[in-house]
T-cell receptor
Framework: TQLLEQSPQFLSIQEGENLTVYCNSSSVFSSLQWYRQEPGEGPVLLVTVVTGGEVKKLKRLTFQFGDARKDSSLHITAAQPGDTGLYLCAGARDNYGQNFVFGPGTRLSVLP | NAGVMQNPRHLVRRRGQEARLRCSPMKGHSHVYWYRQLPEEGLKFMVYLQKENIIDESGMPKERFSAEFPKEGPSILRIQQVVRGDSAAYFC????????????????FGPGTRLTVT
């Protein structure tokens, strides 16, 4: 069974601070996605990474896929209260990515 | 351009009753995915359907759970004889094409149905 672990489970920081959250597995994934989910809503896709070692930037968010495609990180620079939410990583089980294995998420709270 | 719609948003059922969860995909999307989310856990894939066909139901419990996506109308996730352990948030997602890293397609999630079994 392919499992994804995310750390930390909870993170509370002040506005303006930087942070990194991690997504790790003992299995190789063909691709990995990051989502943000707000209370009472469904997840919203942030990014998809496909190539080992790939780095993608989305404004203040930087995503990295590990060289071995077993892990990923999300770095947020100068966090804002609007970044508050549950950050989920999801790994595609096969090359067709028809279904994904989701990690348990990191719950981020950015305090003003 | 409406997104994925799910109803009801909240559903309360007593043990032994049936629960029917509906999902209307985004306009033009013919691929639907159902997920279950328990508190403090990630989403668990349940089933993938394309119009009138079940493509992958590897995440569906063998008993009491069924899903359909008829030619006309929304996709339905049906849970018979609900038990307390079925209490969870159920999310539906849709995509225009089968999810594939080769096609840069993505799935869009609905707001979910929160099922509470008393």
């Amino acid at each position: 069974t392919q499992l994804l672990e995310q750390s930390p489970q909870f993170l509370s920081i002040q506005e303006g601070e930087n942070l990194t959250v991690y997504c790790n597995s003992s299995s190789v994934f063909s691709s990995l996605q990051w989502y943000r989910q707000e209370p009472g809503e469904g997840p919203v896709l942030l990014v998809t990474v496909v190539t080992g070692g790939e780095v993608k930037k989305l404004k203040r968010l930087t995503f990295q896929f590990g060289d071995a495609r077993k892990d990923s990180s999300l770095h947020i620079t100068a966090a804002q209260p609007g970044d508050t939410g549950l950050y989920l990583c999801a790994g595609a089980r096969d090359n067709y990515g028809q279904n994904f294995v989701f990690g348990p998420g990191t719950r981020l709270s950015v305090l003003p | 351009n409406a997104g994925v719609m799910q109803n009801p948003r909240h559903l309360v059922r007593r043990r032994g009753q049936e629960a029917r969860l509906r999902c209307s995909p985004m306009k033009g999307h013919s691929h639907v995915y159902w997920y279950r989310q328990l508190p403090e856990e990630g989403l668990k894939f349940m089933v993938y359907l394309q119009k009138e066909n079940i493509i992958d139901e590897s995440g569906m419990p063998k008993e009491r759970f069924s899903a359909e996506f008829p030619k006309e109308g929304p996709s339905i996730l049906r849970i018979q004889q609900v038990v307390r352990g079925d209490s969870a948030a159920y999310f539906c997602a849709s995509s225009a094409q089968p999810l594939s890293i080769r096609r840069s397609s993505e799935q869009y999630f609905g707001p979910g149905t929160r099922l509470t079994v008393t």
